[in-house]
């Protein structure tokens, strides 16, 4: 009797609270226990483990479980997915196909969607399954559409709709779209542009608050119990820094006028970015004002003023974005003129008493990294030989990478859909309505692909034309670096990190020893 195959399997949940999905028949604990029954019926499924997004959208595939279960398939570790039906593992059916059709067969991994009947061990997949893929992502598109339109009414009714209101204000306890003066904030926003009306410079407004123990706005919410996740290096701290202020000095809700829209996402799971000025939706007289309209005038003069005053700046510096305290981990700015230049710790922008200056000259700084790369090179042997083998492989043609290749699967794709499409309005399958709009849509997505694939192309012929580093020839005649610029360093130095007392750690991006 033949033995069956043992499948090393992943049991993939998925829940999103955006989508739509029904907590009850939908939860993780519900998709779990239902995965590990089908399991328990048919044992050739070992299982290896759950891999569980719980609150992330089906609209694309950055999810962290996802991404941990990929990640254990290239290891060889997995050679089945299970999952309760195609929506639970996407709704974006360009990825989907991508991953059914390309990537698992690929792997060698088996994968099964128990209420779709679809498992491609027993065949290949039916003609319903592209079907029912576009059926999930128009769920998910229509869905996704109809919160953009109820935000959107609300942003025109003069409603709050982000999470936090701005620093000065606190929710209206008895509607959760308003918003309430809050006094102890309040006074510190009008000191702030009081003080920028009087000529101070966002970074001398910092220090004062600084000095008085003012919370800053994300320490203040945090005394206020409200649990806000912050990637911060100063956690704890009471720091206010000068683009804290010039936030606050920016933000026209201190008028008394909600704005909103500013920063739009136009597709379903497009990025969010900065809208013009003309696609804001502000509605005047929504809540109280902190600012009054002169003192925001007076305010902003002066910082126009002080900005037309500052010198036109230099180009890129040969340290630019390498420097960092050793101490407190800040990035180390220029000062000084001409003759004499050196570097600092940046810790001012974080209050007086958060680090020291760690000063050093520029000058100093440059001969000491120059003679500590030319004793790292001195210590190579076979210099001409490690360089010709160098420019030799920099030579060879770029391969393209896992994401140029699921490019070029999904344009395949599309072109596929739009002949099956055509197929079926000759048929009579649809209408010609049905089949110009589709048409349609398929022209636009190919567009879109073909304009990312030509970018990947255009990237990449970039790559080889700069991959000639005329320091490099200089190296192999020379036997060392006589001097320094920002093509060797960004070759070579990840991060300078400079202590108080004079010392140096350099990070290279080689390994060393």
Known sequence: METKKKYRTALYCRLSRDDGDKVESDS????KHMLEDYCALNPEFTIISLY?????????????????MLTDIEKGEIDCVIVKDLSRFGRDYIDIGFYLERYFPAKGVRFVAINDNVDSLKGPYDMMLPLKNVFNAQYAKDTSDKVRKSFHAKMRRGEFVSAFPPYGYAKDEGNKNRFVVDPEAA?????????????????????????????????????KGIPLSVNKKYRGTCY???????????????????????????????????APRGEWIIVEGTHEPIVSPELWDAAHRSVAQRRNRKPQ???????????????????????????????????????????????????????????????????????SDLAEKACAKKKQPHHQGAAAHHVSAMISRVRRLK?????????????????????????????ELLRESERRTDDTAH???????????????????????????????REIHVYDDGRLELHYLFRQG
């Open 28 to 31: 993780i604990v519900a998709q």
């Open 419 to 447: 002949r099956t499409v055509y197929e079926e309005y000759r048929a009579g399958a649809v209408t010609r309505l049905e089949y110009v709009r589709q048409k349609a849509e398929y022209d636009k997505q190919e567009s």
């Open 240 to 274: 206010w820094s000068d683009s804290a202020v010039a936030r606050i000095l920016k933000n026209e809700m201190y008028l008394g006028r909600m704005v909103s829209n500013r920063y739009p996402s136009d597709e379903m799971h497009g990025k969010h970015r900065l």
């Open 187 to 223: 006074k510190n926003v009008l000191k702030i542009f009081e003080g920028a009306a009087s000529g101070m410079s966002q970074r001398k407004i910092a220090d004062l608050l600084n000095k008085e123990g003012v919370l800053s706005p994300i320490e203040y919410k945090h005394s």
């Open 313 to 383: 700046q230099e180009k890129t510096g040969l340290f630019s974005g390498f420097l960092r305290c050793g101490d407190c981990g800040c990035a180390l700015v220029k000062m000084g003129g001409h003759s004499k230049r050196y570097f600092c710790c940046a810790y001012k922008a974080y209050g007086a008493a958060a680090c020291t200056k760690h000063a050093i000259n520029e000058d100093v700084l440059s001969d000491a990294v120059l003679s500590d790369l030319n004793m790292m090179i001195g210590q190579v042997k076979h210099l």
């Open 463 to 493: 790559r080889e034309e700069s991959s000639e580093q005329p320091w490099v020839d200089n190296l192999v005649r020379l036997g060392k670096l006589e001097t320094l610029d920002r093509d060797v360093l960004k070759e070579t130095v």
């Open 52 to 68: 569980a997004d719980d609150g992330y959208t089906g609209t694309n595939f950055n999810r962290p479980d996802f991404q941990r």
